[in-house]
């Protein structure tokens, strides 16, 4: 006599069962776009001239001699439209017909697509920092582009320094900001002079919560709000750059960019203009019988204020 079993009745069981709702996938929150002066006075074309004006300068005088006049000197500043992206998908209409996952694949098209365009945004900010391979960016006489002071890894003084090169440019210090890479983070976790609480209480947080919560440290490192990024560039080419103490070369072409800076208002180091932002266009292809969406974008970003960047390349080494 057979009954309800599943040896007896297999096709009243679902081998697999699909979830109604669909996976997100993970993001980190974008850093580098609140730090851009973004420019208004940019109506049309695609390259924009800023000029500046040079101090002055003093001479020596003698009295009852005719005094020395000088000009002020001046220099030209270019911002150009440089960066057009766009994110496309399309759906057909057999698909829309036959899935089940329809009205989520539809309503994620625009925001991911805006996504898209956001993240390259953001790396084309932060890639616009990196410098020139061998490059000390020497200001002052003070280098703004150095290797990490431990054979390239990180150390507590290269945020000491990072501010004394700030100092050194005449950059106001408030609102100090650094962006590093996540492997630098896990440095300063572990770095025994931090971790240590006999050896500095200021740190005591960290031997038990970490330096960071979400993408912002917890603790203030030498006057720096620290954030980390996985969208700093990596420092391609022949990059060969002494630590902050002048030491021997390091190389580090495949380290990290890391950016210590003052996020002023009026000193922000990188300059941008939106030509267009994000705007979606969507449409139906009678001839492919599918829906289209398409979001594009145009932009460009420049460092305006090398004085207030100090890059510390680092290896993205976890030991």
Known sequence: MAGNTTGDTPLLIRDDLWSAELREILREELQAMKYVDWRSDFPDGDT??????????TDDYVEDTLITYNALGSNDFELTIDQYKSSAHYITRKMMQDSYYMNELMSAFVPKQ????????ETDILAKGAGTANDAAAINGVPHRISGGNAGVIEVADFAYAMYALKKSHVPQTNMVAIVDPSVEFQM????????VSNNPRWEGIVNDGIASGMRFVANIYGFDVYTSNFLPTATGATLLNDRAGGGAVDVSAGKCNYFFSATSDVLPFVGAMRQEPIVDREFNKDYQREELVTTARWGTKVIRPENL??????PTIA
């Open 48 to 57: 924009l001239h800023i000029p500046q004006i040079a101090d002055a300068i």
């Open 310 to 315: 100090v890059n510390v390349v680092t290896l």
């Open 114 to 121: 805006a996504r898209a365009i956001l993240e390259a945004a």
């Open 189 to 196: 976790n572990t770095l025994s002079q931090l971790t240590t």
